[in-house]
T-cell receptor
Framework: DSGVTQTPKHLITATGQRVTLRCSPR?????VYWYQQSLDQGLQFLIH???????AKGNILERFSAQQFPDLHSELNLSSLELGDSALYFC??????????????FGEGSWLTVV | DAKTTQPPSMDCAEGRAANLPCNHS???????VYWYRQIHSQGPQYIIH???NNETNEMASLIITEDRKSSTLILPHATLRDTAVYYC?????????????FGQGTRLTINP
């Protein structure tokens, strides 16, 4: 158990809908990262928040947005869903905002299926 | 985006040492090398990281060459549960922002 909690674990929704994925980082961690993993694809970096502020963006679609709240939990909002958005979405957390020896721990992911 | 190169797949016999190579020839002097593994769609699991010295923990050893352009992850006594995709990762800086970018990794199969 990494200490990173993601909900829901599984979600099935229809095209055009909007969903929210939630992540609670490890206790004491200020950074939250979101990754997307499509079937048989690698992990794609989406976005990084540190202490409530956006730090880095990857290939995140405009239909997707994220935020980190004062209690440090984060939400990834996916809207106007398409079949191609079906994927595993991982959240990860770390204490600091850099990768200089900073260990990042991943949650178990949220399976999103768009039908 | 990934700055590392790994073989796509490897096999190893159960009980033997598994040695997974990684090339990171463009690594900068202050960049760490990280290793993660992913077992069948579970969350990536942290294994180890290092800067220039060799590192060892309860899971594995990391050997980094003196010029830091390559490294090897060693699982000393591989078990069937070590079958997974192993990722070697170096920090990527794009437009001033740091990112941990995963490549395709090495699919390690431990055979009985």
């Amino acid at each position: 158990d990494s200490g990173v909690t993601q909900t829901p674990k599984h979600l099935i929704t229809a095209t055009g809908q909007r969903v929210t994925l939630r992540c609670s980082p490890r206790s004491g961690d200020l950074s939250v990262y979101w990754y997307q993993q499509s079937l048989d694809q690698g992990l794609q970096f989406l976005i990084h928040y540190y202490n409530g502020e956006e730090r880095a963006k990857g290939n995140i679609l405009e239909r997707f947005s994220a935020q980190q709240f004062p209690d440090l939990h984060s939400e990834l909002n996916l809207s106007s869903l398409e079949l191609g958005d079906s994927a595993l979405y991982f959240c990860a957390s770390s204490v600091a905002g850099s990768f200089s020896g900073n260990t990042i721990y991943f949650g178990e992911g949220s399976w999103l299926t768009v039908v | 985006d990934a700055k590392t190169t790994q073989p796509p797949s490897m096999d190893c016999a159960e009980g033997r040492a598994a040695n997974l190579p990684c090339n990171h020839s463009t690594i900068s002097g202050n960049e760490y090398v990280y290793w993660y593994r992913q077992i069948h769609s579970q969350g990536p699991q942290y294994i180890i990281h290092g800067l220039k010295n060799n590192e060892t923990n309860e899971m594995a050893s990391l050997i980094i060459t003196e010029d830091r352009k390559s490294s090897t992850l060693i699982l000393p006594h591989a078990t069937l549960r070590d079958t997974a995709v192993y990722y070697c990762i170096v920090r990527v800086v794009i437009q001033g922002a740091q990112k941990l970018v995963f490549g395709q990794g090495t699919r390690l199969t431990i055979n009985p």
